[in-house]
């Protein structure tokens, strides 16, 4: 059945290939009715771009497929909690709906109030110990 945890595999997934790239393992998918708009992953490595977080990634590739910049009537599935910045955009964007897998208490949006879109639900969803494991498993091997 299509819902949370199966959307959040596919973050969880994209968090996987995050890491096989030596970036921060974190992924993001954004769904419109049930149906996947964009997918991404951090890259900001890759691209040399602070900003390259899985969550703004998806932010712009969901708006290119609405021909859009509002995403309202979307969902985000995200690995981890986002920062500052991603909450911002969500807000920006106007998301409809915020589900994330893993808490992050030093950097989370969560931690400086209120950052989202009145509108915007957010819930804590499946796969956050799989997505903390993955995190420290990371953050393991670059100590």
């Given amino acids: ?3 949370d945890e199966f959307f959040m595999k596919m973050a969880f997934q994209e968090a996987q290939l995050a890491s096989e790239e030596d970036e921060i393992p974190v992924g993001a998918i954004i769904t419109c009715h049930n149906r996947v708009i964009s997918k991404a992953h951090n890259q900001t490595e890759q691209l ?3 900003t390259a ?3 703004m990634l998806a932010f712009t590739s969901a708006a290119e497929a609405l021909g859009a ?3 309202t009537d979307c969902t985000l599935y995200v690995t981890l909690e986002p920062c500052v910045m991603c ?3 969500a807000f920006w ?3 409809s709906k915020i ?3 893993a808490p992050d208490p030093k950097r989370g949006f969560s931690k400086q109030g209120s950052l989202l879109h009145p509108k915007t639900i957010i819930e804590q969803g499946p796969f956050a110990i799989e997505s903390e494991a993955l995190l420290k498993k990371f953050f393991a091997g670059k100590r």
């Fill in 1 to 3: 059945m299509i819902g």
């Fill in 48 to 50: 040399n771009d602070v």
């Fill in 53 to 55: 977080h899985a969550e």
């Fill in 69 to 71: 910049k509002y995403l």
């Fill in 87 to 89: 909450a911002g955009a």
């Fill in 93 to 95: 964007t106007q998301i």
């Fill in 99 to 101: 589900v994330y897998a």
